[in-house]
C-alpha cells in the first residue's frame, strides 16, 4: 500500500481566503493546507478519498495522472467541489472513474450538483463518471472496502476501511457499535479540526483530545491528524503529539 495525504486542511483551508494563517506560522510549507483529500494505492491502483475545490492542483502536484475511482465522505462543499474536475479527468485519462458513496451522500451530490446528471449534460467526460451507492462495502478491481457512518453534527460521514487501514474525517463522536472498526489497525488516518481548541466542541469535528483518546483505546500502530484548521501551527504541535501520533501535511506519503 501506497498513500499520499492530498490535502490536510479544513474546510476553509490554511491560510484562509485573504491570507489569515491564524496560529499557523506562514513561512513554513506544512502549513500550508488545501482541502482534505486523500490517495489511496494499491498495485498501480489508485482510489480517490474525496476531491474537494483544490483537486485539479491536489493531483497535478503530485504527478497522479490517472485515477480509478473514488469515494464521498459526505457531502460537505470541501469534500466535494472538485466533481466537475474529475469528469475532465476521466475524459483526459481515456478511462472511466468509478464513484462511490452512501445513498444520502449521493443526495446531498445531487443537491448541489443536479445539473450534473441531468439527461442534457453532455461535458467532456461527463459520461465516463460511473455512480455507484454503497451501503456498507463495494468492490473494485478486486480489492473490498467497508463503509461505516460517523456523526458529523447535523449528518453523517462515512469511514473506509481497507485491511488494516481506515481513513475516518469529520466526525465528532464514535458511538460505541462502530468501535470494533478501530480495533487492531496498522494505520488511523483521522481528522483534528480543531486541534487544542477544546472550546470549538460541538461544531461537528474532533480536537486532539479525542485523538489521544482513540489511540490510547485502540493502539493504532500509526496515527495521522488530518482535516487541520488554522488554530494548529505544524511545528509547535507536532511537538506536543505523543509517540505514534503524526501531523498530515499537504503532500505527505505514506
Ligand atoms: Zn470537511
Ligand atoms: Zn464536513
Redesign the pocket.
Known amino acids: 500500500m501506497k498513500a499520499i495525504v492530498l490535502g490536510s486542511g479544513s474546510?476553509y483551508a490554511t491560510p484562509q481566503a485573504g491570507g489569515y494563517w491564524g496560529a499557523a506560522a506562514a513561512g513554513n510549507p506544512k502549513n500550508r493546507r488545501t482541502r482534505a483529500s486523500f490517495l489511496y494505492s494499491d498495485g498501480g491502483f489508485n482510489l480517490l478519498i474525496d476531491a474537494g475545490p483544490d483537486i485539479a492542483w491536489q493531483l497535478t502536484d503530485n504527478a497522479v495522472a490517472r485515477v480509478d475511482a473514488v469515494f464521498f465522505t459526505?457531502a460537505?462543499a470541501?469534500?466535494i467541489n472538485g466533481i466537475p474536475d474529475l469528469q475532465r479527468l476521466a475524459f483526459n485519462q481515456k478511462a472511466p472513474i468509478s464513484v462511490f458513496c452512501a445513498p444520502e451522500t449521493l443526495d446531498g451530490i445531487r443537491n448541489s450538483f443536479g445539473f450534473m446528471f441531468s439527461s442534457r449534460h453532455n461535458e467532456r467526460g461527463s459520461d465516463l463518471l460511473r455512480w455507484h451507492t454503497a451501503e456498507k462495502s463495494f468492490e473494485i478491481c478486486g480489492r473490498k472496502f467497508e463503509i461505516f457512518p460517523l456523526p458529523?453534527k447535523h449528518m453523517n460521514?462515512y469511514a473506509l476501511k481497507t485491511g488494516s487501514f481506515l481513513y475516518a474525517t469529520?466526525f465528532d463522536a464514535l458511538p460505541e457499535d462502530k468501535a470494533p472498526f478501530f480495533e487492531k489497525l496498522d494505520c488511523l488516518v483521522m481528522e483534528t479540526n480543531n486541534g487544542f481548541n477544546f472550546d470549538a466542541k460541538g461544531n461537528?469535528h474532533n480536537d486532539f483530545r479525542d485523538a489521544f483518546r482513540i489511540k490510547e483505546r485502540f493502539g493504532p500502530k500509526r496515527m495521522i491528524l488530518t482535516h487541520l484548521g488554522i488554530d494548529i501551527d505544524y511545528e509547535t504541535d507536532m511537538r506536543k503529539m505523543p509517540d505514534g501520533i503524526e501531523l498530515a501535511y499537504d503532500g505527505m506519503n505514506l
Do not use: E, I, K, V
Open positions: 474546510a459526505h460537505h470541501d469534500h458529523h460521514s469529520d461537528g
